[in-house]
């Protein structure tokens, strides 16, 4: 009969080459169940394993021990042995087992939830993710790690990996949760165009029912384009679900009327219906992005400024724009010179403004390596589109549904549907 004993021996002895590492997998498998029935006393062992030496096995033994409801004093021991592992592990063998490696992530997760320390979690789950995913693959670890990172507050470490372009997705609710949490993550950082994608990306895919998330997202929708295109089209593209289409608008009414309050451009009224509506909007945690819509507002009326007049006194924009003081309208348009929202000098002897030009003349180095990038990226893209056009038109199962669509039609309207042959 197996114990523990002669596992760990297993485990040492056959962790160096691949097929080695196959036969442990094996007898990994075939103990699991022991494992599990064992994993009160299983800690100990570990002290005789190397994680960087023998990842796989480590992974089989760790998985039983957090397999099961684990108290605060538990959890504080546990953290530091998962912490260690997840950070030294080699990716080549915790792959081999990427279930048992996502549930022991997802234990880790918890636990530093319990102990309410996020920020103990987010670096060693960085690292499961880079181990754990191939290029262009969204894990479902992706969404537990951007969540440690709202909850800590770590902004720019969650925004490494939403640089990263995504083409495959292991279940439709972690795509939801990644471009929820991401959403909040750019929301965070200020990144309103990312943030846009990727909100847009949650209230636009397929869904048979509404969802809470999808919900909450299109909240956030709505007072991103606000902030970020200084309009919201109440029009959600054709590709929506009809559930969505159906349904968001209704829900989030209060958010489709601050649009509509927006789009008058009167500072005052916005602002009046703002406090009437400052508990929904409080209670929606939406409160700090429905005060960066009034600031938009500030913006855009400044711009509309700049396309009037040439120069213009501090006390004059102050006055159009409906700002309290000069000194505030200069706040105002000294923060947008240096986000380059609009081009403009200010005269301090007599608080006059001159709105200047775009000075990009898009003849530099950087620019045309920055257009270049920007059409290799497109290019790419193109082809990966083109591949899966072709992967979907020889779908049996997309050739079984076009054929029962046919039945309804006139064979006539249809063009052929394209046939893979082998040449």
């Known amino acids: 009969m197996a114990t523990v004993e002669s ?26 169940e022991f494992l599990h029935n064992e994993s009160t006393r299983l800690l100990p062992f570990l002290e005789q394993l190397d994680p960087t030496l023998h990842s796989l096995g480590y992974l089989y033994i760790l998985e039983a021990c957090t397999s099961w409801p684990v108290t605060n004093e538990q959890a504080r021991r546990l953290v530091l042995i998962l912490s260690r592992f997840l950070t030294s592990c080699v990716a080549d063998q915790i792959r081999l087992a990427p279930e048992k490696f996502i549930a022991v992530c997802k234990s880790f997760k918890d636990q530093v939830l319990m102990l309410e320390a996020p920020i103990r979690g987010v670096v060693p789950l960085l690292e499961a993710v880079k181990k754990l995913r191939s290029s262009e693959h969204l894990t479902t670890l992706h969404p ?18 939403l640089e990263d372009d995504i083409f495959e997705v292991d279940q439709p609710r972690d795509f939801y949760l990644y471009c929820y949490y991401g959403g909040m993550i750019c929301i965070g950082q200020k990144r309103f165009q990312k943030a846009l994608e990727l909100l847009h990306n949650v209230v636009t895919a397929p869904m048979s029912s509404i969802n809470a998330i999808a919900v909450e997202a299109f909240k956030k929708y709505v007072l991103v384009s606000l902030i970020y295109n200084g309009q919201f089209s109440t029009s959600l593209p054709k590709y929506t679900s009809s559930a969505a289409q159906r349904n968001l608008k209704t829900i989030c009414q209060p958010y489709i009327e601050l ?12 602002e009046s219906y703002i406090q009437t509506n400052r508990e929904k909007f409080d ?6 992005l429905v005060k960066q819509v009034v600031s938009s ?5 400044i711009q509309r400024l700049t396309q009037t007049y040439l120069t213009l006194s501090l006390q004059d924009i102050a006055n159009t724009v409906q700002l309290s003081s000069p000194k505030e309208a200069e706040m105002h348009v000294l923060q947008m010179i240096q986000d380059g929202e609009i081009y403009a000098t200010i005269n301090q002897r007599d608080g006059m403004v001159r709105f200047l030009e775009d000075p990009e003349q898009y003849k530099t180095c950087e620019m045309i390596e920055h257009i270049d990038s920007s059409i290799q990226r497109i290019m790419t893209l193109s082809k990966k589109l083109t591949a899966m056009d072709e992967l979907i038109s020889c779908d049996p ?9 046919r039945q ?4 006539d309207d249809f063009d052929p549907v394209p046939q893979k042959f082998n040449i």
Not at 14 to 27: E, V
Not at 145 to 156: I, T
Not at 259 to 270: F, Q, V
Not at 283 to 288: F, K, P, R, V
């Open 408 to 411: 309804r039609f006139d064979f």
């Open 259 to 270: 649009a509509n309050t927006y789009s008058i451009g009167k500072i005052s009224e916005l």
């Open 144 to 161: 537990d790690f951007l969540q440690l990172c709202l909850l800590a507050k770590c902004y720019k470490t969650g925004l490494s990996i």
């Open 397 to 405: 199962l997309y050739l079984a549904k076009v054929g029962r669509e």
């Open 283 to 288: 209670s929606d945690n939406n409160l700090g």
């Open 7 to 32: 596992l760990v021996a297993q485990i040492q002895g056959l962790s160096s080459s691949a097929g080695d590492l196959s036969l442990l997998l094996t007898h990994l498998k075939q103990a699991d």
């Open 297 to 301: 507002m500030y913006k855009r009326n």
